[in-house]
């Protein structure tokens, strides 16, 4: 073995070691794999790439930890944080290359992936017709291969658990939205709504911006919008919970195996310590959205309507190792104030972990309460002494089952295929200018516009220019679907996407946690669940 590969390796592997000098036991690992790579490099048949071994002997090193403890080149890591910090064009996902397989891990909301319904948990398999599955594709290949100017297209086929065969995406690349707060807007007399897609450099100053122009509009109390929400930066997460708690309440604290317990807590300039809170949390939030909702839930602060958030309760450190690459590796835990864990278990392997989202639709979670039961069944106290539990997400207060009945394979092929997107951006080009004068605001147009037959023709006309086949009964099923996402792509083209929100959001029929939320602030459930205004 080369002088460079061996040094490579030790340093990489010390790394990676908590404690300096190395115990006896981690020392012998080392001297094994540098006695096993001398002889690959002076015996092995064929010549080798050192470098590329030790990338892989890394690899395959953290996938015997944690799903979250990665590994980054050193060419690819300044790209992987672009989307909580940088603003590039391209199709708008974060994903994970798993034992060559790419993994979804967010379609960014307001990108183009997300859009026409790439979602968490895919794995593309092609692009541009091209097998990428199983190729040894590196993250810096996908990249080259997804990105690109705005306009352009680019052919995805993904395997999505559940669905018997491939299913194939035409991507119009875009820019890639870098704010986090994705909507805000007054919802009811009294009731501010902010949607905060996830937790980047920005999103607390985006956050207490729309804050302080909502209680100039009159809010009193809040609906903070979280579903969908992946996390993002742990100090945002807490910068945003401050905002609601008093001073020196807990807000989270961490603890690892080699990380003594370390708390944080609220100051005293929070911008919304009182006033009515309702949180929205889907099986999408994770992490720092799950940070801000436990406290809300733990301290009372504020009700949680939806359904169980992800699980994500780890924390990562990066760690640079000599040649410039770098790991994120798991260091710690943590913990809401009443002591919750709520990290899901990933002991079946990453695949398992990955596809634990969709297995809860086949469980029947998503669509009833009673089929949920949490991997930890230790029980834990609100400051009210409300039961909460830890181990798998958190719980909302109010749940809110989605409707799976209004669906359709021609649906899915319409969103996938982007005809509803396509649809709305040549009806807007069309009538823009009418659209202005006939509707003064994004509220008139969600009252007085409907999706007329002219519009259903020209969908239906789109759709079988973009190789979809007319399918009366599937559009039949799907029609009020069809046309509430025409209706709010429109909205969205025309003002922006604020105005998407606030069209989906009181009409949706597949999730209607957004008229729960307003409902649970007009009838008596913070009472009887013990919450008030702070």
Not at 60 to 88: A, C, Q, R, T
Not at 149 to 173: W, Y
Not at 409 to 425: C, D, M, P, S, W
């Amino acid at each position: 073995m080369t002088t460079k590969t061996s040094f490579l390796l030790a340093c990489s592997l010390a790394g990676l070691l908590p404690l300096a000098p190395l115990r006896a036991q981690d020392a012998a690992a080392v001297s094994k794999l540098q006695a096993l790579l001398y002889q690959i490099d002076h015996m092995y048949v064929d010549s080798v790439d050192d470098n590329k071994l030790v990338d892989k002997a890394i690899v395959s090193m953290l996938e015997e930890l944690d799903p979250h403890s990665v590994y980054i080149p050193k060419e690819e890591l300044e790209e992987v944080n672009e989307p909580l910090k940088g603003n590039f064009e391209g199709v708008g996902i974060q994903f994970n290359i798993v034992r060559d397989t790419i993994y979804v891990v967010d379609a960014i909301a307001g990108g183009p992936s997300e859009r026409i319904g790439i979602r968490s948990g895919d794995r593309i398999v092609t692009i541009d017709g091209e097998n990428i599955a199983g190729t040894g594709i590196k993250n810096a290949d996908v990249m080259k291969r997804l990105r690109g100017k705005k306009g352009t297209k680019v052919n995805v086929s993904v395997v999505r658990q559940g669905e018997h065969a491939p299913l194939d995406f035409t991507i119009t690349r875009d820019k890639i939205p870098i704010y986090s707060v994705e909507a805000a807007y007054m919802a009811a007399p009294g009731v501010g709504y902010i949607k905060v897609s996830r937790f980047s450099a920005t999103t607390t100053k985006e956050f207490r911006e729309k804050l302080e122009l909502l209680k100039k509009e009159g809010m009193q109390d809040l609906v903070l919008d979280l579903q969908g929400n992946g996390g993002g930066y742990l100090r945002s997460a807490i910068e945003m919970a401050d905002e609601f708690l008093g001073d020196r309440k807990l807000i989270v604290y961490t603890e690892g195996r080699s990380t003594p317990r370390e708390d944080t807590y609220a100051t005293s300039d929070g911008r919304f310590e009182r006033g009515r809170l309702v949180v929205m949390v889907d099986e999408g939030s994770a992490s720092a959205s799950e940070i801000v909702t436990g406290a809300m839930q733990d301290w009372d602060r504020g009700l949680v309507v939806g359904r169980r958030s992800f699980g994500k309760g780890l924390v990562q450190r990066p760690v640079m190792l000599p040649d410039g690459s770098a790991v994120r590796l798991t260091v710690s835990r943590y913990y809401t104030p009443s002591g919750r864990c709520i990290q899901k278990s990933y002991a079946n392997g990453a695949e398992a972990y990955a596809h634990e989202r969709a297995d809860r639709l086949k469980k029947g979670e998503l669509t009833s309460a009673d089929s949920i039961h949490f991997q930890d069944t230790v029980r834990y106290y609100t400051m009210n002494k409300r039961v909460v539990y830890g181990g798998g997400g958190i719980m909302p207060d109010v749940f809110v089952p989605i409707d799976t009945t209004l669906s359709s394979e021609y649906f899915g092929q319409l969103v996938r295929k982007g005809v509803i997107n396509n649809t709305a951006i040549s009806y807007v080009d069309k009538h823009r200018t009418e659209l202005l004068q006939r509707f003064k605001n994004v509220e008139q147009f969600r009252r007085e516009f409907r999706v007329d037959q002219a519009l259903t023709d020209a969908l239906v006309a789109q759709a079988e220019k973009d190789g979809v086949k007319p399918d009366p009964a599937g559009l039949a099923v799907s029609k009020s679907l069809v046309d509430l996402r025409l209706k709010a792509l429109i909205a969205r083209d025309v003002w922006d996407t604020s105005a998407y929100w606030q069209v989906i959001n009181p009409d949706n029929p597949v999730d209607q946690s957004y008229q729960r939320a307003l409902q649970v602030l007009n009838d008596d459930t913070f009472q009887r669940m013990r919450l008030a205004a702070q």
